[in-house]
């Protein structure tokens, strides 16, 4: 029996492993972790005692350079390189496609028998990607083909990767490979020291970082209980490793993420490398969700789509990025409003700055009394206001205190035109001054139906590489019915249709049965919802109340929850109550 495991630099790769019909004489396990992150699992696998890793691209190639064991190179073949010639043949934007030889040489040849106008470029090594993908885009190209790293560079710089996935064929190739080499070699069983077993043993996370602050060892503990890196570069624990560093002392300090707190201690592991050890205490877990937060590795999301509303929010996010004074985003729910703003802050900052997300319709007193004194210290970034049309009026008063003493750049986004609720008396007339600086309104996307082709294209993009799914595409008259719907929920109702269309579709490409089935399917369900003990009788105001009481009832008459389900905000469903 061979012990085999598949170190999937991206999760589709993963998912395709797990469709696959392993030979009885493999023992496959799957985890996915791309580069350093898939060194440190490959290190691990090799105490485990497995006999071969199998990885592709730059993953393989780090996993090899760390560990004893066989390291089998995943190929890319050229039903893979069809499979995403298929995927990008609609796009209309210039398309490149930058690898090693192994890559290009077979991709260049497929390009001219397929007769599809991409710009093969061959590079030696990873470095080289870089200043590439500049080169290509300050050429006019915005979509480039790749291997993982390749599409991490693209989207840090504003242009669309589209990932070579690896079908099942390449991967039943390494397997058989893999079970080739496992015969060649013996398995090799490391010795570890008494005092490396005593430290991966402690029951405490502990990391260890050199002089740069990059992770070089961490124990079990930490791998089973976090593994979360990203806890490492909070402002407290880099301040406080340097202070480490400078005295040669011990140092304690606290942080909070995501649910919890910490109470962290640094310590000099070895003065003359500079190496510091964190040894991470859970003290608290916060007894809430908070609504107030720091948005990582932010990456660009492309403006999809050709129609004029398109056109000018791409030129849009150009001028606002120039701007210093407040802007409000206004839109439908689902219209990508999130997205525009993003935009504008990379646009503005750059990905290395802060971008402060406020939850508004939860936000509390305390929460902003918190982060008045953590958004004082900030001199560059954003802060974005989302549902700022639901902020609860008792706490406008200190919310206006917290806008009026930062420096960041306000992004607000809003459902509702604010200065209806201002002239209702029910959002403050000087937080409306501070917020409405300048505006920006995005179209539903039942006003810009010609771009749904390219949203369409593009999510299916991204499952294609996030879950191995085989949906190609859409056929014409699958598509034609897609733009005739109304979209209530804009750009993400279509998303989440096409999520699921894409999991119920055996074959490449989606069906009109497909999508008319779903259609009545969701349209059932939704007319369920809310006609069941509905009498159809009075007016239609009246009728309106009727189902209004029912959902309030059946949510144990919470508001916000109710107007979540009947898909209006908290404002609109007061307004319906007492009007």
Known sequence: MIKALLIAPYSGLARTAEKMDVPMDIEFDIKVANLQEGVEMARLAEQEEYDVIISRGGTAALIQEAVSIPVVHIDISGYDMLRVFTLIRDIKEEVALVGFENITQGAATLCNILELDVHVVTIQSGDEVGGRLKQLKSQGYDVVIGDVITIQVAEQIGMRGVLITSGKEALMDALEEGKRVCRLFDNLKKQFYFLQESYRSIPFPIVMLNKDNEVIDKNISFQRDMDDEQLLQEPEIIKMVQNVRMNETSQWTECSRSQYKYMVQGFPANKTEQIVGLVIHEIKRLNH????????????VPIIGE???ANRLRGSITTFAKVNEAICIFGEKGTGKQTIAKEIHLAKHGPLSPLVIVECSRITPQEITEWKHHLLAMRKGSLLLKDVDEIPVAVQGNFLELLLSTRLQILALSSTPLDTLVAQEKFSKGL???????????LPLRQRKEDIPGFVNYFLTELHAENGNETLGVKPDAMDLLKSYEWEGNISQLKRFIRELSLMTDGNYIE?????NLAVCLNEMKDQAY???LPVSGTLKEMEQQMIQKVLQEEGNNQSRAAKRLGINRSTLWRKLHG
Do not use: F, M
């Open 289 to 300: 969700e908070q609504s107030v937060y720091i948005e990582r590795d932010l990456a660009h």
């Open 307 to 309: 129609s004029g509303q």
């Open 432 to 442: 409306y001054e501070r917020i409405v600086q300048q505006t920006l309104h995005v």
């Open 512 to 516: 009109l049965a497909q999508v008319r």
């Open 531 to 533: 006609s069941d003990n």
